[in-house]
C-alpha cells in the first residue's frame, strides 16, 4: 500500500461566505410559501360564491377608479380593513403590507405633484391605490385559484387565457422547488473558498432552462394523449346562501353611497 494513503487528511478548509447562497435561498422560501398558502385549500371565515366575489371586486375596483369623492373612498377604505379584521393574523400582515407598501411608492411618485398645489387629488390618488390594492388582495386570500379560473371561464374569458393562468403558477412552484433542491445541494457541495460565486448563477439558470422545456414536452405529450383539444369546461352549481344576500345587500350600499357622494 502507497504511503500517502497511510497518512491522516490534514486538509483544513478556508473559511469562506455563503450570504449570496442563503439569500437566494430565503427568497424563494418566501415566494414559494405563499404560493403553496394560495394553492392549498383553506377555512376561510367568509364563505362567499367565488362568482359573487370575483364580480364584486371588479366592479370595486371600478366604482374606486371613478369615484371624485375623498368621503367614498375613505368609508370603502374603513369597510375593507373591517373586512380584514376576521382574517387570520399572517393574511393581515400580507394584505396590509403589500397595500401600504404600493399607497407609500404611489405618495413617492405624487410629491412633485404635491408640492405645486395639487394636494387634494394627490391625497384622494393614494388612497384609491389603497382600497384598490387591499380588495384585490383580498380576493386573492379568499378564493382558491381554480375558482377564479372558473369564473373567468364562466364569463366567456378565452380559453388560452385561462389556461396561461392555470399553467403559470403551477409551473412557477414547481420550478421554484426544483431551484430550491439546486441551491441546497450548492450549498452542501460548497467546500472552501470560492472567488467565482456568481458564476454558478448562470449554471442553476440553464439547468432550470433545460428543465422546464423537458416539462413542457412531457406536459403536451401528456395533455395529447388524454384528448386535451384546448377547451375548458366550468362546471358550477350557483345556489344564494345567506352569506350571500348578505354579501350583495352591503355592495348595493355601496353602490348608493358611491351615487350619494
Given at each position: 500500500m502507497p504511503d500517502w494513503l497511510l497518512k491522516k487528511d490534514i486538509y483544513i478548509p478556508l473559511k469562506d461566505k455563503d450570504t449570496f447562497i442563503n439569500k437566494s435561498i430565503l427568497s424563494l422560501l418566501r415566494v414559494l410559501s405563499k404560493l403553496n398558502l394560495q394553492s392549498e385549500k383553506r377555512k376561510n371565515v367568509i364563505k362567499i360564491n367565488p362568482i359573487i366575489k370575483v364580480v364584486s371586486t371588479l366592479l370595486l375596483v371600478l366604482l374606486i377608479t371613478t369615484s371624485r369623492s375623498s368621503l367614498f373612498i375613505l368609508t370603502i377604505n374603513i369597510?375593507?380593513?373591517?373586512?380584514?379584521?376576521?382574517?387570520?393574523?399572517?393574511?393581515?400582515?400580507?394584505?396590509?403590507?403589500?397595500?401600504?407598501?404600493?399607497?407609500?411608492?404611489?405618495?413617492?411618485?405624487?410629491?412633485?405633484?404635491?408640492?405645486?398645489?395639487?394636494?387634494n387629488n394627490s391625497i384622494l390618488m393614494v388612497f384609491k391605490v389603497l382600497a384598490s390594492i387591499t380588495s384585490v388582495n383580498i380576493l386573492s386570500h379568499l378564493t382558491h385559484w381554480n375558482e377564479i379560473t372558473g369564473t373567468f371561464k364562466l364569463f366567456f374569458i378565452p380559453d388560452i387565457f385561462i389556461f396561461v393562468l392555470d399553467i403559470t403558477i403551477k409551473y412557477i412552484i414547481v420550478l421554484g422547488e426544483f431551484s430550491l433542491n439546486m441551491l441546497h445541494a450548492l450549498r452542501l457541495r460548497s467546500i472552501g473558498r470560492s472567488n467565482n460565486k456568481y458564476s454558478?448563477?448562470?449554471?442553476?439558470?440553464?439547468?432550470?432552462?433545460?428543465?422546464?422545456?423537458?416539462?413542457?414536452?412531457?406536459?403536451?405529450?401528456?395533455?395529447?394523449c388524454r384528448g386535451f383539444t384546448g377547451e375548458y369546461k366550468a362546471y358550477s352549481n350557483f345556489k344564494v346562501t345567506y352569506s350571500d344576500l348578505c354579501y350583495i345587500i352591503i355592495f348595493v350600499i355601496i353602490v348608493l353611497l358611491y351615487i350619494l357622494f
Amino acid at each position: 500500500m502507497p504511503d500517502w494513503l497511510l497518512k491522516k487528511d490534514i486538509y483544513i478548509p478556508l473559511k469562506d461566505k455563503d450570504t449570496f447562497i442563503n439569500k437566494s435561498i430565503l427568497s424563494l422560501l418566501r415566494v414559494l410559501s405563499k404560493l403553496n398558502l394560495q394553492s392549498e385549500k383553506r377555512k376561510n371565515v367568509i364563505k362567499i360564491n367565488p362568482i359573487i366575489k370575483v364580480v364584486s371586486t371588479l366592479l370595486l375596483v371600478l366604482l374606486i377608479t371613478t369615484s371624485r369623492s375623498s368621503l367614498f373612498i375613505l368609508t370603502i377604505n374603513i369597510l375593507l380593513l373591517f373586512l380584514i379584521s376576521s382574517l387570520k393574523l399572517d393574511e393581515i400582515k400580507t394584505i396590509l403590507g403589500t397595500s401600504f407598501i404600493s399607497a407609500a411608492f404611489t405618495f413617492i411618485i405624487l410629491i412633485p405633484s404635491i408640492f405645486t398645489g395639487n394636494v387634494n387629488n394627490s391625497i384622494l390618488m393614494v388612497f384609491k391605490v389603497l382600497a384598490s390594492i387591499t380588495s384585490v388582495n383580498i380576493l386573492s386570500h379568499l378564493t382558491h385559484w381554480n375558482e377564479i379560473t372558473g369564473t373567468f371561464k364562466l364569463f366567456f374569458i378565452p380559453d388560452i387565457f385561462i389556461f396561461v393562468l392555470d399553467i403559470t403558477i403551477k409551473y412557477i412552484i414547481v420550478l421554484g422547488e426544483f431551484s430550491l433542491n439546486m441551491l441546497h445541494a450548492l450549498r452542501l457541495r460548497s467546500i472552501g473558498r470560492s472567488n467565482n460565486k456568481y458564476s454558478s448563477l448562470t449554471g442553476i439558470m440553464g439547468t432550470i432552462f433545460m428543465k422546464s422545456k423537458e416539462m413542457a414536452e412531457d406536459m403536451h405529450s401528456a395533455m395529447e394523449c388524454r384528448g386535451f383539444t384546448g377547451e375548458y369546461k366550468a362546471y358550477s352549481n350557483f345556489k344564494v346562501t345567506y352569506s350571500d344576500l348578505c354579501y350583495i345587500i352591503i355592495f348595493v350600499i355601496i353602490v348608493l353611497l358611491y351615487i350619494l357622494f
